[in-house]
């Protein structure tokens, strides 16, 4: 199967503070990939350059082998994106919203009432008078009424109540099944344990681990309680993988780490009057991999600045760390530095070395994204201009 998606050393650095480093990772086509970790640990980031809206520090992501960077606008016409804040015009209602941003797509008026019913979405309401949930509802039937190939999602099911979320995964489920992958950051661990083929545990900026969730759990041990009908023989669970906790006749608690076959096929030899079987959910394990308490975890442990220094990871004039870098009444950052939408002071607009605009690091609005909506894609639909800025 065809890789959809490619980082390699992906880095990106806002002067001296760290967003994600050394990215390794290949997502499928036709795949679920979930990017898994906690505000701050760098999802946005990483999707942020995936879209083009940042240019990396060091590194690439290319998407069917296309530059994100370079290629932004040819790769919009192929991807839907949904934020995890879309921004949308107030005033208009949701049907009006939504047949708009279709329209960009090429889709025909109404496209969205499907799935506007089945998320319990009221299209006649302004957008400005829709709950949070509410709201998100609209990303979510934006991203999924096409039928591009790649959707990037970034924490997809923030705001939705439980129903919500159900049905969300259904939809997931739907496109998987109609070939389509997708990306979805997240810190939902039900959300990505249900979802998704593979999953990335990004920490600090660093990935830890890439794996199935099924192999994440099965490489973890379990606990097994089982009531036997006669004790078994001495040497019974002997086994690869088996510990043996306690037995006390027809009472054995054991533990099993890896493949169960063997003991499967052992059980089956035993009369065995009841069994429980606790096994670890992501969450668990999502929080081993942060508290550093599961050993051969991928990628290097993040310092306490999550990384080398700024100098040490210098790459071209964006990475200047120079006095003009840090001081003088150029570099204030403070609400008088904003001068209109895509000029925020957030952490994403990196000035260059001049202190000047961002262009260097920021895709500007109109400039290397497609103003039109990012050529109908649904990813300027969900508020790219909103994205930079922030």
Known sequence: ?????????????????????????TVREGEVFGFLGPNGAGKTTTIRMLLGLIRP????????????????????????????????LGELTAAQTLDHLGALRGLPKGAWRTLAERLDLDPGVAIKKLSRGNRQKVGVVEVFMGNEPLLVMDEPSTGLDPLMQREFLALVAEARSAGQTIFLSSHNLTEVERSCDRVAIIREGRLVKVATVAALVGDHTRSINLLLVQPARDGAFALPGVTVLSSTGQDVHLMVRGDVNPLLRRLAELDVRDIAISTPDVEDLFFRYYDGTVAGSEGRAAGSDGGPTAP??????????????ATGPDRATGPDRATGPDRATGPDPAAGP????????????????????????????TGTQEEVAR
């Open 312 to 325: 040490d990871r210098a790459t071209g004039p964006d990475r200047a760390t120079g006095p003009d870098r």
């Open 57 to 88: 520090s060091a590194g690439a992501a290319t998407i069917w082998g296309l530059d994100a960077w370079r290629d932004a606008a040819a790769l919009h016409r192929r991807l839907a994106h949904l934020g995890s804040d879309p921004g949308y």
């Open 354 to 381: 001049d202190g000047g605009p961002a262009g260097l690091d920021v895709a500007p609005a109109g400039l290397d994204v497609d103003p039109a909506g990012l050529d109908g894609s649904a990813a300027a639909g």
């Open 1 to 25: 199967m065809a890789d959809a998606i490619e980082l390699r050393g992906l880095t990106r650095w806002y002067g001296k503070r760290r967003g994600v480093l050394d990215l390794d990772v």
